[in-house]
């Protein structure tokens, strides 16, 4: 389920592909159903500024607490995705709110150092699925958005998941040009 990628930023990526369960494709749309184990996660929140905006506010504050800025000075490495988890309006637009998740690396899930900006929070979260669908590219709010409703599409009413948010994730640092992965799940109800 981890895997290793050499980073040159920080060394090492700790990626979390999950457990395929199954892979399919519907008009033109592949997915795939992953679960995912449980663990603790850097979070940080930052609401009244736009996605794009947001995401990268928040992931820049969780790089540096990862790279050292915690009460143990560590520089941890990294993990991947970082999953930004946005909440659709009813027109499909995302509201200006964004939760950005990243997850701590296994060497340190035991006993995490203390985020030295009050606004990081750690977090235990539970195991989920989701259905996960994968793009390539510099992600913006609006590929995020067209890859969601083409998924919610596809899955249609067979499949139950949450509505009210999905998580945007991506796995490359930003000096990376080509071959970028980025992946939009949506959490399956239990």
């Known amino acids: 389920m981890f895997g290793m990628i050499k980073n040159s930023l920080f060394g090492g990526t700790e990626t979390n592909c999950g457990r395929v369960q199954r892979a399919e494709e519907r008009d ?3 997915f795939e159903e992953r679960v995912y184990d449980g663990g603790q996660y850097a979070t940080v929140e930052v609401t009244g500024k736009p996605f ?3 995401s990268n506010e928040a992931v820049l504050q969780l790089l540096k607490y990862v790279g050292g800025s915690n009460d143990k000075g560590l520089g941890m490495g ?3 995705p970082v999953s930004i988890t946005a909440y659709p309006q009813e027109d499909g637009s995302l509201q200006p709110r ?3 998740l990243l997850r701590i ?4 899930q035991a006993n995490p150092p203390n985020p030295t900006e009050e606004n990081i929070r750690i977090e235990e979260r539970e195991g989920l699925t989701v259905y996960s669908t994968q793009f390539g590219g510099y992600a913006k709010e609006a590929d995020y958005v067209v890859h969601a409703a083409k998924l919610m599409s596809v899955l249609g009413d067979e499949a139950t998941f949450h509505r009210d948010f999905y998580l ?3 796995y490359d640092p930003p ?3 080509y071959g970028r992965r980025n992946e ?3 959490v399956k109800k239990d």
Do not use: F, H, I, R
Request: net charge negative.
């Open 28 to 30: 033109g749309v592949a």
């Open 52 to 54: 794009d905006e947001a």
């Open 78 to 80: 990294m993990t991947a």
């Open 98 to 100: 964004v939760t950005v």
């Open 105 to 108: 690396p296994s060497q340190y």
């Open 168 to 170: 945007c994730n991506g």
């Open 175 to 177: 000096m990376k040009p």
């Open 184 to 186: 939009v799940w949506l």
